[in-house]
């Protein structure tokens, strides 16, 4: 710029100002825009029909309690249980609380539906325990070799709301 006659540099100066300011109002463009878009909806699974799923699951109170078993003649286990009543309506699941807990979208408590799976610490490990919703803070579960049956039971219950971890939803 030594060179330069005085109106050129003047000239100079303001096309890079010109530039600077152009430069700067599209980065402000770029981040307004990125700050207004849509956030992503996390979408939470819809539940299943459950009329025949939770009558199903209630006409198999009584059943016995036989560890690592899922079948009526044989007897359930708390996954076993629920493994088969989803199965019998065509939603293959987990074979294990815990792999069903890892595999299915959460729900918050609040938004629980019947037939959502509710899950329980009951030995020290997460996801130990789980049980079928039925309503009114009722599921249904093959919970011991103590009880020795499917049974109905109540989340408002000293021993099960303490032990309570979560909702999935199939």
Same mark, same amino acid.
Not at 26 to 41: D, N
Not at 75 to 101: E, N, W
């Given at each position: ?55 199903? !699951? &209630?006409? /198999?109170?009584?059943? +016995? ?10 007897? $359930?286990?708390?996954? %076993? ?19 069903? !807990? &890892?595999? /299915?979208?959460?729900? +918050? ?10 899950? $329980?610490?009951?030995? %020290? ?38 032990? $309570? ?6």
């Amino acid at each position: 710029m030594r060179f330069m006659n005085k109106p050129l540099t003047i000239f100079v100066i303001q096309i890079r100002r010109h530039l600077v300011i152009r430069l700067f109002l599209a980065l402000a463009v770029i981040m307004i825009h990125g700050c207004a878009s849509t956030p992503e909806i996390k979408q939470v699974a819809q539940p299943v029909a459950q009329p025949r799923l939770v009558s199903y !699951a &209630l006409s /198999l109170q009584g059943a +016995p309690y036989r560890y690592g078993k899922d079948t009526p003649e044989e007897g $359930f286990d708390c996954s %076993g249980f629920v493994r088969h009543v989803y199965q019998k309506q065509g939603i293959a699941l987990p074979r294990t609380a815990k792999d069903m !807990a &890892l595999t /299915l979208p959460p729900i +918050p408590k609040d938004a629980v539906h019947s037939g959502d799976l509710v899950f $329980f610490n009951t030995n %020290g490990q997460p996801f130990s325990h789980v049980g079928i919703y039925v309503n009114n803070d009722n599921f249904i579960h093959a919970p011991s070799r103590r009880t020795g049956r499917v049974l109905v039971s109540s989340l408002k219950n000293d021993y099960w709301h303490k032990r $309570f971890i979560g909702v999935r939803r199939p």
